[in-house]
């Protein structure tokens, strides 16, 4: 069973910044993408961004030039730098790992909570 270990949430005012971490179990070798989701209260959980292991990445233009997604394949780990936040960016944040046989793991998620 693949295991996922996300850091880094906080609070934080606007116009901040917070990088979050997502700790696979798994190597990378058997990784086709990771990617972060998030949710807020009363809302359905949605994509901010993915990238894959040679480094494609794909983002929601709410975040698009604020946050950016990389990957640091020898720590089997993906990182969510997130800069200029926004109070609409308070959720909680999930860190989603999709295997090379389209297996899907999620993290438990973390808060992250930006006031203005």
């Known amino acids: 069973q693949v295991q996922l270990v996300e850091s880094g949430g906080g609070s934080v005012q606007a116009g901040g910044s917070l990088r979050l971490s997502c700790a696979a179990s798994i190597s990378t070798f058997g990784i086709k993408n990771m990617g972060w989701y998030r949710q807020a209260p009363g809302k359905r959980r949605e994509l901010v961004a993915t990238?894959?292991?040679?480094?494609?990445?794909n983002y929601a233009d709410s975040v698009k030039g604020r946050f950016t997604i990389a990957t640091d394949n020898a720590k089997n780990t993906a990182y969510l730098q997130m800069n200029s936040l926004k109070p609409e960016d308070t959720a909680v944040y999930y860190c989603?790992?999709?295997?090379?046989?389209?297996?899907?793991?999620w993290g438990q998620g973390t808060q992250v909570t930006v006031s203005s």
């Open positions: 990238v894959t292991t040679i480094g494609t990445t």
């Open positions: 989603k790992v999709v295997s090379k046989l389209n297996n899907e793991y």
